[in-house]
């Protein structure tokens, strides 16, 4: 079992940032990709960016590439979602994820396995 806890969010002007973080314990050692969702209400939950862990490579959904960067710190087992240049759409609950398979697809939430509870983002205009 993975488990998965979220934090940073909050409300901020148009323009300003947040940097989200996701710790994850419990058998960590099996995380092969972890990846950040959101959900605005009404709408569907969409992808927003996703790390290989192992590899390390990176993946961004158009709307937010250039303006949100994922990191992660190893010794701590925490994702990290900078999220820089905010805008009102970008408003919702960010969810962090986990794989632990190889060779899923990272745009694809069904095809994780552990998920946070979410943290709220608001940007005011």
């Known amino acids: 079992q993975v488990q998965l806890v979220e934090s940073g969010g909050g409300l901020v002007p148009a323009g300003g940032s947040l940097r989200l973080s996701c710790a994850a314990s419990?058998?960590?050692?099996?995380?092969?990709?972890m990846g950040w969702f959101r959900q605005a209400p009404g709408k569907e939950r969409e992808f927003v960016a996703a790390?290989?862990?192992?590899?390390?490579?990176?993946y961004y959904a158009d709307s937010v590439k250039g303006r949100f960067t994922i990191s992660r710190d190893n010794a701590k087992n925490t994702e990290y979602l900078q999220v820089n240049s905010l805008k009102p759409e970008d408003t919702a609950v960010y969810y962090c994820?986990?794989?632990?398979?190889?060779?899923?697809?990272?745009?694809?939430?069904?095809?994780?396995?552990?998920w946070g509870q979410g943290t709220q983002v608001t940007v005011s205009s």
């Open positions: 994820a986990a794989q632990i398979a190889f060779d899923r697809r990272t745009r694809v939430a069904s095809e994780y396995d552990y």
């Open positions: 419990g058998r960590t050692f099996s995380i092969r990709t």
């Open positions: 790390h290989r862990w192992s590899g390390s490579s990176t």
